[in-house]
């Protein structure tokens, strides 16, 4: 009787833990499809048609062109939408990518600011947002997020100075482009600890 009593109990733990488990991964994969989804909502332009053709809404969200997943978690950690001919505005929705290490947009023709809320990014090693037409000041949160070493910023319209908290408080900082912007006032001392 103590075996069955054992057996019952383990095989309804395992099937608690199994329909938590498999909630917890469709919660993710939904929170994840939902900031694309914004980030799709956002685009204006898109001259090759690759939002049509090949971010299809039957199709897994790893599977769609520019976004690679995690093979374990199934969770996006990588956005390469480079020369896409993308032309908006970024979703602040992208925050919710929380796997994500890599993002690069570079050559397009995004405007207005980088949110904010990309500050939520706190697996972010590289962003690549170059060759743009974004506007105002160099964002300072970028030093905030703990993992960033590469930071490409250039060919955009960023104005004002390289604000120093930038270079301050990260210390895995190892590249800053900002070359062909309108950026004025002194370059920080501080550019000098970069590594590379």
Same mark, same amino acid.
């Given at each position: 009787?103590?075996?069955?009593?054992?057996?019952?109990?383990?095989?309804?733990?395992?099937?608690?833990?199994?329909?938590?488990?498999?909630?917890?991964?469709?919660?993710?994969?939904?929170?994840? &499809?939902?900031?694309?989804?914004?980030?799709?909502?956002?685009?204006?332009?898109?001259?090759?048609?690759?939002?049509?053709?090949?971010?299809?809404?039957?199709?897994? %969200?790893?599977?769609?062109?520019?976004?690679?997943?995690?093979?374990?978690? &199934?969770?996006?950690?990588?956005?390469? @939408?480079?020369? @896409?001919?993308?032309?908006?505005?970024?979703?602040?929705? *992208?925050?919710? $990518?929380?796997? =994500?290490?890599?993002?690069? %947009?570079?050559?397009?023709? @995004?405007?207005?600011? %980088?949110? $904010?809320? =990309?500050?939520?990014?706190?697996?972010?090693?590289?962003?690549?947002?170059?060759?743009?037409?974004?506007?105002?000041?160099?964002?300072?949160? =970028?030093?905030? %997020?703990?993992? $960033? &070493?590469?930071?490409?910023?250039?060919?955009?319209?960023?104005?004002?100075?390289?604000?120093?908290?930038?270079?301050?408080?990260?210390?895995?900082? &190892?590249?800053?482009?900002?070359?062909?912007?309108? *950026?004025?006032?002194?370059?920080?001392?501080?550019?000098?600890? $970069?590594?590379?």
């Amino acid at each position: 009787m103590d075996k069955l009593f054992f057996f019952i109990t383990v095989a309804v733990l395992s099937i608690n833990c199994l329909a938590v488990c498999s909630a917890r991964i469709v919660h993710n994969l939904t929170t994840d &499809q939902e900031a694309l989804d914004a980030f799709k909502t956002r685009i204006i332009s898109d001259p090759n048609n690759i939002l049509a053709n090949k971010w299809l809404t039957n199709t897994s %969200i790893c599977n769609l062109i520019g976004v690679s997943c995690s093979r374990k978690r &199934q969770r996006v950690t990588a956005l390469d @939408f480079s020369n @896409f001919g993308f032309s908006g505005t970024i979703a602040p929705h *992208l925050r919710n $990518l929380s796997f =994500l290490s890599y993002l690069n %947009i570079s050559s397009n023709n @995004f405007t207005e600011v %980088i949110p $904010l809320e =990309l500050s939520h990014l706190r697996r972010l090693k590289e962003i690549d947002m170059g060759s743009n037409n974004f506007t105002g000041v160099v964002p300072s949160w =970028l030093g905030t %997020i703990p993992e $960033l &070493q590469h930071i490409f910023l250039d060919n955009n319209s960023f104005s004002g100075s390289i604000p120093t908290s930038l270079l301050h408080n990260n210390s895995k900082l &190892q590249t800053l482009q900002l070359a062909d912007n309108f *950026l004025n006032g002194h370059i920080p001392q501080e550019i000098r600890n $970069l590594s590379a």
